[in-house]
């Protein structure tokens, strides 16, 4: 909604009141270039400004905000897009004093924020000359902005060979920086733009100086032309899910220093007028803290790209298996787990007294050879640090010329292996503790290392104390494929249920997160430390990070398959078309427990995109929807403004459910407090984007001790008639139900139209003190 600027002579207009209160600020209140208390230290904040209220004395917010809020020197960025407002350097008691400015609708701290990293187009249900490749031409027509750490530009995967013109659309740049200028964007890198006014950055440049934003780009989107492979592992045809499609690098990540929100919010902003389809950004809270959305500049800048119809994919987090890990939660975003391939690079421990034990490895040097030496656990000595394999940690009298078992955790897992080298260790075996599980991530160790489970672990710990001449050795068994089970859940992919709005469903779904190939920076080595001297084109990368990318990937081969559709309806496409079960034909295992996964730890299941294109049903949702959906968690018009840029209203005479957002997922939440028999109805809407003329049937799966029914049980679509609205009521019975150790039971509601579409809804029932 525009706002008409107030005019210095209008003092009876309607809009006097508030310019008057403006000025009284301005005059009561000194503008915050007062000094400041010296013992306060500067910080970054970001302020959610009224945009509308900026007196027209004001030739541009610029103008104002340095006027009547800040110093020049002190204002970071402006935000005119997904948000309006401002960042700058100011005191604790500087922002305290604007937060009282009638104005301004928020303040909030920068935080720093983490990348959330630690064969698979085709695991993804992609085939050659046919199908939704064929369908999308590879994508060529869509920009896939990608928040991260930039791009290395002269990889092959980055080549413009046979790709047409830019689309017109493009409205982006090609920013000059340090060892990067307008030749290094192309017709496949359309743009590149740096954001570190939110940090001292030495490498002011898009040039990625740490692998993981060159890595996710050419995930979604690297050509697809020719062998590659990370030092002999993961030999094969080099391809990201999209290879036509565009890609913009938004440089937002720092080698060493990470990612600032204020950064963030500002790349956001500049890709959605730049002209991007779709937004990758592998990037979370790495402090354990879960913003409400408002306080979440990754949630506000998302939904200002989602509100232009620009699809949003984000990384899930690797704090799992823990419960409630899973992160970026705003339902405008689908959020990706991460899941296994059916590729693996197996290395095994071979102990002294015959035992073979399994683990993974990359490393890629000079092999052991069946050759023995002492093994030794430093962790019997009841040291920590050196159980760890820390810093400085090993007594070279007890490691010397001995593979060390350490301990996975507290400090990177390669650098614990040049912990052992410096100690003149000549091998390392690295065991995971209880909180890994048996989840394993291959590495490309500088010294011959494998990672072992939990269990394997204990097993060769056991062995190197009891035993009175403990020996081992390290078997590298190359790359195997065709690996059962696979998909298998992560045991790192960030886990639900939601922390913020349970009803929710998140993550979404699951896509390939595990060993992924994909191509590299030139400025570091495989393992990204500095005391790595390798250079390698592509690294194999484990974390939700690199499951992100897939997403995004899918999502520009469905927009441009699609291009009507909003970004609600391609990733309803995505979780209502997804697999439940393995390459065993077995329901899904979560890599932690090695027991069957539930909705809250693959989201509706793993991506697959053979399907997805056609998926009969979409469950589409408007931006007034996600408004209702605000108002309905209790969010006021003056919150929700913080998160939609314009004035709202919420209902007043009935308060909306939030469980009735048009989500491709149900969650029914029900109160302990109350016993007996309990019903809750929530109403879903599906919209036909299949064959005009059909009838959907639906067909029910009720966990034990609950009852869900739908009415109406058939949705009949014609050419007239392309949605369809239904309800499904959930009966509890609270003293049969029974609610696993998640505190949930999970069925389903699916429809079919009796030929190839089935519609899948996961439904998840819960009880509210349990979250």
Not at 423 to 432: E, F, K, Q, R, Y
Request: aromatic share 8%.
């Amino acid at each position: 909604m525009s706002v008409k600027p107030l005019s210095l002579h209008s003092l009876h207009s309607p809009m006097a009141s508030s310019f008057l209160a403006l000025l009284f600020f301005f005059i009561s209140s000194p503008f915050i270039s007062f000094a400041a208390d010296a013992s306060q230290a500067a910080k970054t904040f970001i302020f959610r400004v009224d945009g509308g209220s900026m007196p027209s004395v004001f030739p541009t917010h610029y103008h104002w905000y340095s006027s009547e809020f800040a110093q020049e020197s002190s204002i970071l960025h402006v935000y005119h897009t997904v948000f309006h407002g401002f960042s700058a350097v100011v005191t604790p008691d500087e922002a305290d004093n604007l937060r009282n400015h009638p104005a301004v609708l928020a303040v909030f701290e920068d935080r720093r924020r983490e990348l959330h990293t630690t064969r698979s187009p085709q695991f993804l249900g992609l085939e050659n000359q046919k199908g939704l490749w064929s369908d999308s031409d590879y994508g060529s027509d869509v920009i896939i902005g990608v928040l991260d750490t930039g791009i290395w530009p002269e990889r092959r995967s980055f080549s413009d060979l046979n790709l047409g013109p830019v689309p017109k659309r493009w409205r982006g740049v090609c920013q000059a920086g340090a060892r990067f200028g307008p030749r290094n964007c192309n017709r496949k890198i359309v743009g590149a733009r740096f954001f570190a006014k939110g940090q001292q950055a030495a490498f002011l440049s898009p040039r990625d100086a740490d692998g993981h934003g060159t890595h996710t780009a050419s995930t979604a989107a690297g050509r697809h032309a020719f062998k590659a492979s990370m030092s002999g592992y993961a030999s094969g045809i080099a391809k990201g899910v999209a290879p036509k499609a565009r890609i913009a690098a938004y440089k937002v990540c720092w080698k060493d220093s990470g990612c600032l929100d204020s950064d963030i919010l500002a790349a956001f902003d500049a890709a959605v007028v730049d002209g991007v389809d779709v937004i990758s950004i592998s990037i979370g809270g790495g402090d354990g803290i879960t913003s409400p959305y408002y306080l979440d500049p990754i949630a506000i800048g998302s939904y200002g790209a989602a509100s232009k119809g620009i699809f949003v994919s984000s990384s899930a987090g690797n704090e799992g298996p823990n419960g409630m890990s899973v992160t970026n939660l705003a339902p405008w975003v689908t959020t990706v787990g991460a899941g296994t391939i059916d590729r693996n690079f197996p290395a095994d421990a071979i102990l002294g007294d015959g035992h073979r034990l399994g683990g993974v490895s990359l490393y890629a040097g000079v092999p052991l050879k069946g050759r023995m030496f002492p093994v030794v656990y430093p962790g019997n000595a009841g040291m920590s640090s050196a159980s760890l394999c820390m810093e400085n940690s090993l007594d070279p009298k007890h490691v010397r010329g001995k593979i060390v078992i350490c301990d996975r955790g507290s400090s990177p897992r390669v650098a614990k292996g040049l912990v052992v080298k410096k100690a003149g260790g000549v091998g390392m075996i690295l065991a995971n503790g209880a909180s890994n599980g048996e989840g394993l991530v291959g590495d490309a160790h500088l010294i011959p290392a494998c990672a072992v489970g939990s269990n394997e672990g204990d097993r060769i710990k056991a062995y190197a104390s009891s035993h009175p001449n403990p020996v081992a050795s390290i078997d590298f068994r190359g790359t195997i494929t065709g690996i059962k089970p696979a998909p298998v859940i992560a045991s790192f992919s960030g886990r639900g249920p939601n922390g913020l709005n349970p009803e929710i469903l998140k993550p979404d779904l699951i896509a390939p997160g595990v060993n992924i190939l994909a191509a590299w920076t030139d400025a570091v080595g495989p393992t990204g430390l500095a005391s790595d001297p390798r250079k390698t084109e592509f690294n194999i990368l484990s974390g939700t990070s690199m499951a992100c990318p897939h997403v995004s990937g899918a999502a520009a081969l469905l927009k441009s398959a699609h291009p009507n559709w909003s970004p609600a309806a391609i990733r309803s496409a995505m979780m209502t078309t997804t697999n439940l079960v393995d390459n065993s034909n077995r329901s899904l295992i979560d890599e932690s427990t090695g027991k069957s996964g539930t909705p809250y730890d693959f989201g509706s299941g793993h991506l697959n995109l053979g399907r997805a294109m056609d998926p009969g049903l979409v469950y589409d949702i408007t931006n007034d929807d996600y408004i209702t959906f605000l108002c309905s968690i209790g969010y006021g018009p003056k919150t929700i403004q913080v998160i939609t840029r314009t004035p709202v209203r919420c209902p007043t005479k009935r308060k909306p459910s939030p469980g009735n957002l048009n989500y491709p997922s149900i969650t029914a939440m029900f109160p302990t407090s109350r016993r007996g028999t309990l019903s809750k109805t929530i109403i879903r809407t599906a919209t036909n984007v299949g064959q005009p003329e059909a009838v959907y049937r639906a067909r029910i799966e009720s966990p034990r001790g609950v009852t869900i029914t739908v009415k109406p049980p058939r949705l009949v679509f014609s050419s007239a008639v392309k949605r369809r609205s239904y309800a499904v009521t959930v009966t509890v019975d609270t003293r049969n139900v029974v609610l696993g150790e998640t505190g949930a039971a999970f069925g389903s509601v699916t429809w079919f139209d009796g030929g190839k579409h089935v519609v899948r809804s996961p439904v998840v029932v819960t009880q509210l003190d349990v979250l």
